[in-house]
């Protein structure tokens, strides 16, 4: 056993996960219910596996397993769970936590969710490596910030003082990451690493997780619903669908000549699917952003003479990398943060910059969905009194047609309708965020901010989403200011792009030509880290940037 977080003996090509007819099983209605079926699997030192397939499909209990932990309602059922030897199905307790975060480290899919909000994000960097032994606060604090410095963290050597409410989400995504490798873990398991990131950021993740396995000679599970980026990252595929393994196969092998119609479908999936709407812009705007600029607190600027128009009908999509000033952009719009100087206004009339000096009718017509749905529901909460608040306090919806009308809603996400007595933690992530979706929807807004509201879902579930905002879209008028860091994204949904860079928009326009060359630098940077399914794509980016001096 190491006693340093590295192992000296390890040789690359050793195994050092043997999964064994692992069968998982959830608990419901009806009691338990099988939701893996029984799956075996290798991995060895420095290889990398992908795990994809649809929200619901296994793939993240399948790589929580492999620590030899479920979550609250499963239990691994059956089977056999040997990391280095040691079947950790029969390891006690004090075992498990002693491999736990030093030799089997887990990335998280939501940061936010995942932090403690009343402790530095150094203090909790330190607390694993000084806890298993393996450095003093010191050198952990050393490591932390040469890490930070890897994952391309803005000043490496002071964010670790900040909270994590005081930093991006892509940031503190980040963060998580340099956090799991700071006992230079044997084994780690990456729950969709990248999710919250935009493209440029997430060049560099993806170039610093690979050289921290490298570097550490460890085995790594990467969950994604993004073929993309598993393409970078893996060395074999395994896809998992309602929790059968439908194919597996050494990684380019799959992706040039996948055997299965589902991966086919997963392959396929990405494709333009929307045309531009004919509004007159002039006649129908909903939403004026006129020469905002923001700060929070007495700091320095985070957005400058920003003016965003959003007509009715219309989608307008906000991109840029993390730190960009999208996020905050909507925090402005909906009176979260009010403007430092310029004003916002909402079909002809100017908002109040606050939240609480607007009007219920103010708040109501405008609704914003988060990116985050694990820290947008109240766990406490069953999703009936969820969606029930919006229709009592915007509507004044009486408890029998409540009911009815979450049932509706329900029903528009695509979600069963006994759904209601269950409670967050109950669901999926792709799940949850239909929620959230359904709850902006409650209040029967006339436009809302999608908050990067697919980056959580896998790709045929996000792309279920993105048919039924336009449906809705289409029925009812809205109108979306749709944030993202995802181009594809943008391809599919947007009438106009806005590009957003350091608090400043530097260019925007009708899509199509957006997407022309010409471009402005900073977009053609943007468009051009959109990940490829090429798995030499990453390589062949990072050698031009680094040749040309764009890559930090």
């Not at 608040?389 to 004044?396: A, K, Q, S, T, V």
């Not at 047609?401 to 759904?419: A, K, Q, S, T």
Request: with cysteine; hydrophobic share 40%; charged share 25%.
């Amino acid at each position: 056993m190491k006693s340093d977080g590295t192992n000296s003996n390890a040789r690359t090509g050793e195994t050092i996960l043997d999964m064994r007819n692992v069968c998982i099983e959830g608990y419901g209605e009806d009691g338990w219910k099988t939701i893996v079926e029984p799956i075996s699997f290798q991995l060895k030192r420095g290889e990398v596996l992908g795990l994809i397939g649809e929200s619901g499909a296994g793939k993240s209990t399948l790589g929580l397993s492999a620590m030899g932990f479920s979550r609250g309602g499963c239990r691994i059922r059956e089977g056999e769970i040997l990391f280095d030897g040691m079947d950790l199905r029969k390891a006690s307790e004090t075992k498990l936590r002693d491999l736990r975060g030093a030799r089997i480290a887990y990335v998280a899919q939501s940061a936010a969710a995942s932090f403690n909000p009343a402790y530095r994000l150094l203090d909790q960097f330190v607390e694993a490596p000084v806890l298993h032994g393996i450095s003093n606060a010191r050198d952990a604090s050393d490591n932390a910030v040469r890490l930070y410095g890897e994952m391309n963290l803005p000043e490496p050597e002071t964010i670790g003082f900040r909270y994590p409410h005081q930093v991006s989400g892509g940031q503190l995504q980040r963060a998580m990451i340099a956090m799991a490798m700071s006992c230079k873990p044997d084994l780690i398991i990456f729950d969709e690493p990248t999710t919250a990131l935009d493209v440029t950021t997430q060049i560099q993740v993806l170039i610093a997780i690979r050289k921290a396995i490298e570097s550490a000679n460890a085995a790594a599970i990467y969950v994604t619903h993004d073929l993309a980026v598993v393409a970078q990252m893996a060395d074999r595929i395994m896809v998992l669908r309602h929790g059968r393994l439908v194919e597996e196969g050494e990684a380019r092998s799959l992706l040039a000549a996948p055997k299965q119609e589902y991966t086919r479908q997963l392959l396929n999936v990405r494709t333009e699917r929307k045309d531009p709407a004919q509004v007159d812009r002039e006649k129908d705007m909903v939403l004026r952003v006129r020469d905002v600029s923001a700060r929070y607190g007495k700091g320095a600027r985070v957005l400058e003479n920003v003016s965003v128009d959003v007509a009715r009908g219309e989608t307008v999509a906000v991109v840029g990398e993390s730190g960009s000033g999208k996020s905050t952009l909507a925090r402005v719009i909906t009176g979260l943060l009010p403007p430092y100087e310029g004003q916002v206004s909402f079909q002809g009339e100017e908002l109040a910059g606050g939240f609480a000096e607007r009007s219920k009718q103010d708040l109501r017509q405008l609704q914003m969905i988060y990116q985050m749905p694990d820290v947008a529901l109240n766990p406490r909460q069953r999703i009936f009194e969820i969606l029930g608040r919006p229709l009592g306090f915007y509507l004044g919806m009486e408890k029998g047609r409540r009911r009815e009308r979450i049932g509706e809603l329900l029903r528009e996400v695509e979600l069963p309708e006994n759904y209601a007595e269950r409670f967050p933690y109950e669901l999926s992530g792709g799940e949850k965020q239909r929620i959230c979706i359904a709850r902006a929807l409650a209040a029967e807004p006339r436009l809302i901010i999608c908050d990067e509201v697919t980056s959580a879902l896998d790709q045929l579930v996000s792309e279920d989403i993105l048919k039924l905002l336009n449906r809705l879209q289409k029925t009812l008028g809205l109108s979306y200011l749709f944030i993202t860091h995802d181009l594809a994204t943008v391809k599919a949904v947007a009438d106009r792009i806005v590009v957003m860079l350091q608090g400043r928009v530097v260019e925007q326009g009708e899509k199509d030509e957006m997407l022309k060359p010409p471009h402005h630098e900073y977009t053609e940077l943007l468009l051009s880290s959109v990940p490829e399914m090429d798995p030499d794509w990453l390589d062949r980016v990072t050698t031009e940037r680094t040749a040309s001096g764009h890559l930090g």
